[in-house]
């Protein structure tokens, strides 16, 4: 997943958390992961393509990371939207699907620099 936003898996230290639902017959789905990576910069991410500061995001990114922020019940250690919306913190989009411009489905990859931590989250509703 770290190859997906051009970090590369190489600065993977430890999966600290994890959850991978079954999927349904009409494919839902949550997949999540807490991963402690080794080094990565603001200004790393700032240059690099793809990558989205969580305070100014674009409408539709904005509503996918909304729209997944509903699983604390399943996935308690996954930080809290509040947690997330701060300009230390990016990420990158790897797929959003939407019902017309309503996001139904997104891949999102967050990235905290200050904490080496990356946190994935997949889910289809």
């Not at 699907?97 to 946190?119: M, R, S, T």
Request: net charge negative.
């Amino acid at each position: 997943m770290l190859n997906w936003c051009g970090l590369g898996d190489d600065r993977i230290e430890k999966v600290t958390n994890s959850y991978k639902s079954g999927r349904s017959f009409t494919g839902d789905y949550l997949d999540a992961y807490g991963i402690d990576i080794s080094k990565v910069t603001h200004d790393e991410l700032k240059n690099k393509k793809g990558f989205y500061r969580l305070d100014s995001l674009p409408k539709v990114l904005n509503d996918a990371v909304e729209m997944t922020n509903g699983w604390q019940y399943q996935i308690p250690w996954f930080p809290k939207l509040e947690d997330l919306q701060k300009e230390d913190v990016y990420v990158y989009p790897w797929s959003i699907y939407c019902n017309g411009i309503d996001p139904i489905g997104a891949e999102l990859i967050f990235v905290i620099p200050n904490e080496n931590k990356v946190y994935y989250i997949g889910t289809k509703m």
